[in-house]
């Protein structure tokens, strides 16, 4: 029966890395192409773990990934596709098989004709979904939502502490008169509920004894259009404009950006500007975009990590992690401009 030594010594590494890699060490760091080499001469060489299952490239882990948004929605808002791409990344570079769950006419199925060891679905989803989705496995992970907090692991962002950097940092520079501009938003069902921006924003700016009633402009979505138009509607209601404005995410951002460039207000200089979630694209805006970075990665990496250590785990203790956000500083804030 060939041993670890034997695999190790025909793919040229360690045996330590051949132990590590066919138990599938998330940490371990080698490349994808030594992974397969490994596996493919413990296939070669038959080899069988003291459990008695065969380590082959048969044995990589499958992990489905489903996500609420449609193509459409995709393109306005690209987060979840951002989320979406990390998640495919880390997978295969921990030699892990992902394919996607779909919605056909309401009933979600698998693309490939493969055992799910889990499953990452990222976005809200009604209840009824959420049931869909546990008869495929009870192995879930929820990023961006915690549908049932007794049943299954979830992901979330601390959007109320980035909304506290990007507002700290606002008064550090000297802003009082800020506006927030964001868009209806939906809780872990997809039911209608209250941006915890918004709220963090408003409790903020009360604690600090400042009245922001008539600076919270709110469109029917997170998105270009939606920013765009909330920007042209505050800067119709105020002459006397607000000193920065506090964007709820980066593609409302880059409306209310496009639409003070077109009525000639210029960021910073005129108006300061913060948005959420640090998308790729705004490091390239004019002026590059200051926003509260969400660390994607990070929680692409916890994500896979969490259902590995699921699946031989017999006693079920669920995970709800809020994941915190730093403030990336770029040029689009500066003092307001009565401090100049």
């Known amino acids: 029966m060939a041993t670890m030594r034997d695999i190790a010594k025909a793919a040229g590494v360690s045996p330590a890395t051949v132990s590590r890699v066919l138990n599938h060490d998330p940490t371990i760091s080698v490349t994808t192409a030594t992974k397969l080499r490994i596996l493919n001469v413990a296939e070669e060489l038959e080899y069988v773990k003291k459990n008695g299952r065969k380590a082959s490239a048969k044995e990589r882990l499958n992990i ?99 909304t506290k950097q ?97 009525n000639g207000i210029k960021v910073p200089s005129q108006i300061s500007l913060v948005g959420f979630n640090n998308l790729a694209s705004v490091k390239f805006l004019n002026p590059p975009l200051t926003t509260v970075n969400i660390p994607i990665d990070y929680i692409s990496e916890v994500a896979v990590s969490t259902l590995q250590k699921n699946i031989d785990r017999t006693v079920q203790n669920t995970l709800s992690m809020y994941v915190s956000t730093q403030l990336k500083i770029r040029k689009s804030c500066a003092e307001p401009r009565t401090n100049s």
């Open 64 to 162: 489905a990934i489903v996500d609420w948004y449609s193509e459409a929605d995709l393109a306005e808002d690209p987060y979840y596709l951002y989320l979406m791409t990390a998640v495919e990344k880390y997978c295969a570079s921990q030699n892990i098989n992902t394919f996607r769950v779909v919605n056909v006419n309401g009933v979600y199925r698998n693309s490939v004709d493969l055992k799910v060891d889990g499953m990452i679905a990222i976005g809200r989803f009604l209840i009824s979904e959420v049931e869909q989705l546990s008869k495929i496995t009870s192995n879930i992970i929820f990023l961006d939502s915690s549908p049932d907090e007794e049943r299954f692991d979830s992901i979330m962002v601390n959007t109320k502490l980035g």
């Open 166 to 262: 990007a507002l700290d940092y606002l008064f550090s520079l000297g802003h009082r008169k800020i506006a927030f501009i964001g868009g209806e938003v939906v809780g872990n069902n997809r039911e209608k509920t209250l941006d915890s921006r918004k709220d963090m924003f408003v409790s903020y700016m009360r604690d600090h004894q400042i009245d922001v009633s008539d600076l919270v402009f709110e469109g029917s979505r997170l998105s270009f259009t939606e920013g765009s138009r909330m920007t042209q509607e505050l800067l119709n209601r105020h002459k006397d404009l607000p000193t920065a404005i506090f964007a709820a995410n980066d593609n409302v951002a880059t409306g209310v950006l496009t639409t003070l460039s077109m």
